[in-house]
Nanobody
Framework: VQLQASGGGWVQTGGSLRLSCTSTASTLNRFAVGWFRQAPGEATEFVAATGRLGISTDYADSVKGRFTISRDNSGNTVFLHMNNLKPDDTAVYYC????????????????WGQGTLVTVSS
């Protein structure tokens, strides 16, 4: 599955952004989808994931209460709604797809699509 993340940009501390993840084949409703990020000079980090039906979700402690992962009605676009953004959220954000929520959390950079840059200024 070839994925594309979009929606990144520049925002001030406390602002909001919505990222989107789509696939070229429009088949994301068959997969669990996860969001990851990598800040400059830092290791990759899991952010959030949702199961195939969009019912099960999982979040990193650092984003709980601020970020929400969801799907559109078709299930083929997965969103990451990011509120109350902080400078520590500055990173390139990537999405990935896999058979289950547990498996998608275990994916690595080589399995992710093209990322989108989020910059949060203080």
């Amino acid at each position: 599955v070839q994925l594309q993340a979009s929606g990144g940009g520049w925002v001030q501390t406390g602002g909001s952004l919505r990222l989107s993840c789509t696939s070229t084949a429009s088949t994301l409703n068959r997969f669990a989808v996860g969001w990851f990020r990598q800040a400059p000079g830092e290791a990759t980090e899991f952010v959030a994931a949702t199961g195939r039906l969009g019912i099960s979700t999982d979040y990193a402690d650092s984003v709980k209460g601020r970020f929400t992962i969801s799907r559109d009605n078709s299930g083929n676009t997965v969103f990451l709604h990011m509120n109350n953004l902080k400078p520590d959220d500055t990173a390139v954000y990537y999405c990935a797809a896999a058979s289950t929520l547990v498996v998608v959390r275990a994916t690595t950079r080589q399995n992710w699509g093209q990322g989108t840059l989020v910059t949060v200024s203080s």
